[in-house]
């Protein structure tokens, strides 16, 4: 069984661009949740999907960012317009109820 | 004040000691709380999970919650050099019927042989 599968593992953008982070679930996970990471801090919660919903997005950012996990494919975070601020660790976490096993990540760079 | 406090080490023991990692935590909605194990640039591993109070073992590796004190300890018997590592505690309310997890800033752990 595979575990949670993050990509790009890197990516870097220069300040503006999009960013696009990809998270496969575990199978037969239904739950994705996102974390940001910051350098020198712990993660921080940012939003939570179930298939086709976002459940709570309370961590997101109000603008430049937003999540979707489709009925097919992977769930997918957003950024717009990067700045140098979102420069950071982003993983992924599924879960079938409780518990929650986390990807590899996608470390962010924006130049 | 943070929700979830935990001293960030470093802590450096020498192989065969025993280890105790700890947070303290202030809401007392809490009921599940899970520690990990991060190695530098990779991803957190889920190490052990607990619900509410009460102890729980797996091979050299005990979790305790004491929810009257709002603390929660990680023990690590016979450390190695391979258990060094950043360690994370996290913690739930399940409100909603989902975790929404807070975590500790993280242990930095050093076994030296």
């Known amino acids: 069984n595979a575990g949670v599968m993050q990509n790009p593992r890197h990516l870097v953008r220069r300040r503006g661009q999009e960013a696009r982070l990809r998270c496969s679930p575990m199978?037969?996970?239904?739950?994705v949740y996102w974390y940001r990471q910051l350098p020198e801090e712990g993660l921080k919660f940012m939003v939570y999907?179930?298939?086709?919903?976002?459940?709570?997005e309370s961590g997101m950012p109000k603008e430049r960012f937003s999540a979707e996990f489709p009925k097919e494919g992977p769930s997918i975070l957003r950024i717009q317009q990067v700045v140098r601020g979102d420069s950071a660790a982003y993983f992924c976490?599924?879960?079938?109820?409780?518990?929650?096993?986390f990807g590899p990540g996608t470390r962010l760079t924006v130049t | 004040q943070k929700e979830v406090e935990q001293d960030p080490g470093p802590l450096s023991v020498p192989e065969g000691a025993i280890v105790s990692l700890n947070c303290t935590y202030s809401?007392?909605?809490?009921?599940?709380f899970m520690w990990y194990r991060q190695y530098s640039r990779k991803g957190p591993e889920l190490l052990m999970y607990?619900?509410?109070?009460g102890n729980k073992e797996d091979g050299r590796f005990t979790a305790q919650v004491d929810k009257s004190s709002k603390y929660i300890s990680l023990f690590i018997r016979d450390s190695q050099p391979s258990d060094s590592a950043t360690y994370l505690c996290?913690?739930?309310?399940?409100?909603?019927?989902?975790?929404?997890?807070?975590f500790g800033a993280g242990t930095r752990l050093a076994v030296h042989p």
């Open positions: 809401n007392s909605a809490f009921q599940y």
């Open positions: 999907l179930q298939k086709e919903n976002i459940i709570d």
């Open positions: 607990t619900y509410s109070s």
């Open positions: 199978k037969g996970h239904s739950h």
């Open positions: 996290a913690m739930s309310p399940f409100s909603g019927g989902y975790n929404k997890l807070i």
């Open positions: 976490a599924s879960s079938p109820t409780t518990e929650q096993y």
